[in-house]
């Protein structure tokens, strides 16, 4: 039964990197990151997708160079029980509904983290700017109330 709250571009994107998992016979890590939530922070819940993935018969790897040398993602090798497999329909829906959970709160904090990590932050040559800035915005304040003998004297009163 397909989740009708995803898009179904989604959907299809959910569906084009398993089966490009299953030709391959791997995922990378960048490859899920990608399909996810971009709030999505939780280990568990990222261990889980893994899981998920290689219930699928799909390895997960760091990146493509890896491939060769095999290194797994997670202690779980890919197993071959009939008992643990999944379809890829229940994959779609397990990934679509990550979608749905991680996009809608009603806590402010998480509403507020969820906002400041869209937020670049700062380097170097931005800081610079910025102070810049505020020290020209000193200057002209300090300009303004050179201009009014009052303010000379009140603010030497206060010091």
Same mark, same amino acid.
């Given at each position: 039964?397909?989740?009708?709250?995803?898009?179904?571009?989604?959907?299809?994107?959910?569906?084009?990197?398993?089966?490009?998992?299953?030709?391959?016979?791997?995922?990378?890590?960048?490859?899920?990151?990608?399909?996810?939530? !971009?709030?999505? #922070?939780?280990?568990?819940?990222?261990?889980?997708?893994?899981?998920?993935? !290689?219930?699928?018969?799909?390895? @997960?790897?760091?990146?493509?160079?890896? @491939?060769? !040398?095999?290194?797994?993602?997670?202690?779980?090798?890919?197993?071959?029980?009939?008992?643990?497999?999944?379809?890829?329909?229940? /994959?779609?829906?397990?990934?679509?509904?990550?979608?749905?959970?991680?996009?809608?709160?009603?806590?402010?904090?998480?509403? #507020?983290?969820?906002?400041?990590?869209?937020?670049?932050?700062?380097?170097? /040559?931005?800081?610079?700017?910025? /102070?810049?800035?505020?020290?020209?915005?000193?200057?002209?304040? #300090?300009? /303004?109330?050179?201009?009014?003998?009052?303010?000379?004297?009140?603010?030497?009163?206060?010091?």
């Amino acid at each position: 039964m397909p989740n009708n709250n995803l898009s179904k571009s989604k959907q299809k994107e959910i569906k084009d990197l398993i089966e490009k998992g299953r030709e391959q016979g791997f995922l990378t890590i960048g490859e899920i990151n990608d399909l996810l939530p !971009t709030n999505l #922070y939780d280990a568990d819940q990222i261990d889980g997708i893994i899981k998920l993935i !290689t219930d699928l018969k799909i390895k @997960v790897v760091e990146s493509n160079k890896d @491939v060769d !040398t095999e290194v797994v993602i997670g202690d779980e090798e890919v197993s071959d029980d009939d008992d643990n497999e999944i379809t890829e329909q229940e /994959a779609v829906e397990v990934l679509s509904n990550l979608d749905e959970e991680f996009g809608r709160t009603s806590d402010p904090v998480r509403m #507020y983290m969820r906002e400041m990590g869209t937020v670049e932050l700062l380097n170097r /040559a931005g800081e610079i700017v910025i /102070a810049k800035k505020i020290e020209e915005g000193q200057k002209l304040i #300090y300009t /303004a109330i050179q201009r009014f003998p009052e303010s000379i004297s009140f603010f030497s009163q206060v010091i």
